[in-house]
């Protein structure tokens, strides 16, 4: 396989591109050239030649050029690369790393198809932000009514700043040799693609895995107040990710890594993990031990966090009637 895109500078954009197909063939060689005699010669061409027919060409410069997301995000090159192929990468993924032996055709395409869908929503769509200038406008558009000369000078201060985190694309930006030959760029790019590949395959595998694994925290939600889970399962992206099939769940309860058994609060919205959406008692808040066992009603009780958002308990039993003792008192002092 061979795939082209522009020599220069090089971005997070075309970089992301050529490595995604690096999963499909490791073996890839890259052609860095504006030249159209010498584009036309790879199978993919990405972020140049002024054409886009999502086959051979993804370049999402040209004028006509105006597909988007659901959200209005548009697409880049990275975004376009990821639509076409992403799932490709995924299943190779989950192949190699033996991931879903245990699941379905149906699940197993359920959970690829999710995978795809949260990588999209993570991390392409803030590159294709990035690459397109987008961010100012669509972070304005969401942000509805900042719109008085004080909000708006607040907006772009946090955006200044947001655009200064050590992000993909900064990081990536910042490998280019400013005084750098065309060998020498090429030489660079190539080993960011690779260091960046390692990061990559990790991200897509976990993905895949909290994917699978948040399959079964929805098998195992029956509803209630209480989500109770037999294993450690990533809860967390479970509920941000079906948000509103935990509209009347308020608390959990797993296994400790360490000893017993935990309980926390689910977060109050999805943007906000640490506004909890039913906290202990105040009166437990910092307590532990023989104090704490004695106000949650229970014999084995380890702690509540001073800020209340999560506790333990060594024994199973103990740790279910902490949490209907939680939610109990903490209604009534309401």
Known sequence: MIVATHNGSFHADELIGCMILSFIEPNLSIIRS?????LNEADYIIDV???????????????????????????????????????????????QQQLLPNNTLSEQALIIEKSHKYIDKSVMSYLDLVDNGQLDSYLLDISKGATTPERLETFFAVNEFYNNTPSLPYLIAMQNVTEGTESQQYQVF???MVTLKVLFRNLFIKT???????EVVLKLYDGSEILRLDRRLPWISAVQHNFEVFNNCKIVIYPDTKQGYRIQSLPQNKASRFINRAPAPKAWWGKEGEELNKLAGITSATFVHKSGFTGGALTKADIDTMARNWLKQAQELN
């Open 34 to 38: 504006r030249d159209p005699e010498v």
């Open 49 to 95: 030649g002024g054409k886009y027919d999502l086959e051979k060409n993804f370049d999402h410069h040209p004028s006509e050029f105006t597909l988007a997301r659901e959200n209005q995000i548009k697409f880049a090159s990275a975004g376009l690369v990821w639509k076409k192929f992403g799932k490709n990468v995924l299943e190779i993924l989950a192949k």
């Open 190 to 192: 190539i080993e960011t």
């Open 208 to 214: 895949i895995s909290q994917a699978r694994d948040e």
